[in-house]
């Protein structure tokens, strides 16, 4: 047997895999200086990687086979909870941030109590309802979310320093990107380390076969909370960093159509079965929707969204980054992680 | 003290009752195959055993304990696993990852695969003959590749005690001939069999006891060939004969 020489079908696509992500970061840390100072430009990437982000965290509960249509739901509560904390008691961000993440593990928890027993489109339905619960009540509970005025005027974020070195994030559109670009890489090794470990496999193996992971030792409802709460407080936490950065949210907006729609349409087109997919995708199809089909199109411009799905199932139905992978998602060669 | 006991097990789904009051001990080392026609409640007899279904009456004992209403799971751990009649690979997943899966969360937990657990799932491979697919995805395999892989992933929990459903099932003779030996090596790495065979061609051969079903009742257990015949048994399996008919009646 060819044991000593584990090299076969998935190994001949890593290195173009492995130069597009390698040339992606570099044009993404090269950004500001390509964009020529143009705020517009570097905002726009901004926004698109916090998309890019959000998606990373939603894929952490598709991979297990659990789609999601109200990711908004805790995107929102994290942006209301860390917004509204900082606002009211003049505590740094910094601080609320983290709190945002632990609020919608709550929310989570409260989706959990009713959902638990859902599966597929069930599941994605009632996550698609339960968005209206937080949306409702911060839009009418004035006395403590400021209802539909929304919060204005929110801290941003404070600078940083280390040593000698002074970052600032809030004061500039450089800042702000940077900001995001070092949380994304960070949050990018995080769920990496998360589905490549056995978690990983355990949630993988749990949206092929539930009865069969059960027979297999793997407790299926832990593991399903389990990367329910990891993806919902990410998402709270991604909602709270925009907030911040934004400095001014609302309602419609942080709990709107768009922070639950984006994560599944980059995941479709991306690939849902890959780490790093849904976030190319985003990354890409946000700015050409805001560069190209924007100023074509101001009325209807989101219906590329609509036409890449469509196009992404027909053609494409693993995306196209796990069609560059060949369906690839965790690999385990020798025993390490890859 | 017997591996399993089965005592007095029913199920009833609704008004129909999947197995009546069945009574059964399986010995550590044994080879047992269940038999039956279509329907007599075979599956879901390894339903209850692996806490799948929950019986509407009765118990089941695992080494002397009470695993009647465990979790699917936390059977397992006790030493059970089992096969599918539908074979159940984790289809978008490689071939390998099928059987380190069923290595790793049957023992002790540990975060990142370890080079032990792909070692043994290699093996295991090799063992159903499967260790040139181990790149492949699970859901590109033939139907007896599926199985196999079924037997592996099974395996690799290190399991007391293994069910098999139906593993055989619409195989070539050869295919049935190399199961045998595979359900026989597994018997020499320690494992007491349970295998639902409908046409018995696999459990003839291997099996050292015949448990048969039919409409949910036990109507024969003992040696293979007395089980082959018994009056019940041959009528369960081709109808009933003209002078035969009066009795069947009285049923």
Known sequence: MTREQPTSAPMKHLPLAHMVLLLGLAILLALPLLSGGNDYILQVFTHALLLAILALAWNILAISGSISLGHAAFFGVGAYTSGLLSLESGVSPWATIPLAGFAAAVIALGVWLFCRRLRGAYFALATLAFVEIPRVLTDNWDGLTRGSLGLVGLPGLPALRFGSHYFDIGASSVGSYYFVLVYGLLLLAIVTLILRSNLGLALQAIREEETAAASLGIQVQGYRLLALLLSASLSGITG??????????????????????????????????????????????????????????????????????????????????????????????????? | MSLLRLEALSKRFGEHWALKEIDFDLEEGEIVGLVGPNGAGKTTLFNLITGRHKPSSGRVWFEGKDITFYRPHEIQRYGISRTFQSSRPFARMRVLENVVVGRIFSGKFHLFPHTEDTNMARQLLELVGLAHKEDALAGELTLSERRRLDLARALATEPKLLLLDEVVAGFSPLAVKQAAELVQRARERGVTLFIVDHFMSLSLTVSDRLLALDHGEKIAEGKPQEVMRNRKVIRAYLGTRHDDEAQSAER
């Not at chain 1, 976030?279 to 199809?285: K, M, P, Q």
């Not at chain 1, 190209?292 to 219906?303: I, N, Q, R, S, Y």
């Not at chain 1, 992978?325 to 020798?334: A, P, Y």
């Open chain 1, 240 to 338: 709270a960093c925009y907030a911040h950065l934004v400095r001014y949210i609302e309602p419609g907006m942080v709990y709107g159509l768009h922070f639950s729609a984006t994560p599944v349409i980059f995941a479709i087109c991306g690939g849902r079965f890959t780490i790093v997919g849904p976030a190319l995708a985003a990354l890409l199809l946000y700015p050409l929707d805001q560069f190209v089909f924007h100023p074509l199109l101001p009325a209807g411009h989101e219906f590329l969204y609509g036409a890449v799905i469509i196009l992404a199932i027909l053609f494409l139905p693993s995306g196209f980054w796990g069609q560059l992978r060949k369906g690839q998602f965790v690999s385990i060669k020798t025993g390490s992680i890859e």
